[in-house]
């Protein structure tokens, strides 16, 4: 399952790992689109809203284990490219410790905390329950979220992002199956949703788990590796506790947003949680780039070899960009059908359209700073990605989408400029950045 990404071409080698990572986040991504449509077919509004809201909550959650998690794979994949099998079982022996305990903790606090987060996310009165039953499911099948992640996060640190890509497949088939037997069948409604989404992270650790077991995981690994070792997590959790934070605080700043627009009533707040889900959808090509970058980099710096982290940058950068400026040009064309997909209710399209038109911007800046991100990552920088990310957010994407709401209080297309104005400073941020970190590397390089 180990592969080498150190030598041949540098492009192929991005396209190769980043094309079933890609396809992993699809298929990840569209667990929550098809709750989302499924629910909005045979429930009303309300429903939606409750689904809406709920897989926020859940795909912030997820975001926040990937991002930690994201420790793990650029710690593998470091010693991967060094030829260091010992480093690398360690590595995710430790994983396996660790991640165990966050996902028990996670488990037991959320449980406890389930309505005071419906209360917080100013949830619709005609969308609490709905919203309970939701996330009182889902924060029980936290175990199974983790594991799925973590699992994946050590095969892409060894270079291999297929595995994954097969396992949430198989899964992704299974949710959409039994969304409809919740919801369609036996009208569970949003507790139908949470059920499928649920039940399809634990085919997908359940198969991963039957891989591990038949074809093994080409390292050394011994039970002394699931003893805790200090340096080994210090290194994880290093690289990971940035990024964990991170992608927190920018879920977060989503959730502000979702906040604002649930107190501009329920048709908003049902178009902002739609516009979510299909921004969300369209990152998949941005955040395949980060993860790419990340294991690639990581790989060639634990080689030797930063001049190929460096293309890596590169090739991610004109790809997710120009996706970006694809998809954003075409949007401003299809706006109300893609909203129109997922609700019937007219108010909504019309207002998911506007927050859309805005909103799909961000593609382009989000590709670039997501792919320095993981540049950042794997020099062992992850400290760069957390910096640009909550300047934006404190300075210009929550400030601007309150103002913004208060400005222009009968369309969101303002709203949906202003998050992307924050990616537009990461942006800046993280060039200058990388300026910086270059002209060291060459006075490192004069002065050797």
Known sequence: MQQNLTSGSVFQNVVRFSLPYLLSYFLQTLYGMADLFIVGQFEPVAATTAVSIGSQVMHMLTVMLVGLAMGTTVTIAQAVGAGDKKRAARAVGNTVTLFGGISALLTVLLLLLVRRITAVMSTPAEAVDGTVRYLTICFLGIPFITAYNVLSSIFRGMGNSKSPMYFIACACVCNIALDYLFMGAMRLGPMGAALGTTLSQAVSVLLALLAISKRGLGLPLHRSD???????????????????CQDGLIQVAFIVITVIANQRGLTDAAAVGIVEKVISFLFLVPSSMLSTVSALGAQNFGAGKPE????????????????????????????EPIVGLFTPDEAAIVAGGQYLRGYIFDCIFAGLHFSFSGYFCACGKSGLSFLHNITAIVLV???????????YPQTLLPMGLATAAGSALSVVICVIAYTVLRKKEARAALGG
Do not use: C, E, N
């Open 226 to 244: 699931l003893r805790p070792d200090k340096a080994v997590s210090g290194d994880i959790l290093k690289i990971g506790l940035p990024i964990t």
């Open 308 to 335: 190929r982290a460096r293309k890596t940058l590169l090739y991610a950068i004109l790809l997710a960009a120009g996706f970006g400026v694809i998809v954003a040009a075409i949007v401003q064309f299809v706006a």
């Open 397 to 407: 994407r929550v400030p601007g989408v309150w103002l913004m709401s208060r400005m």
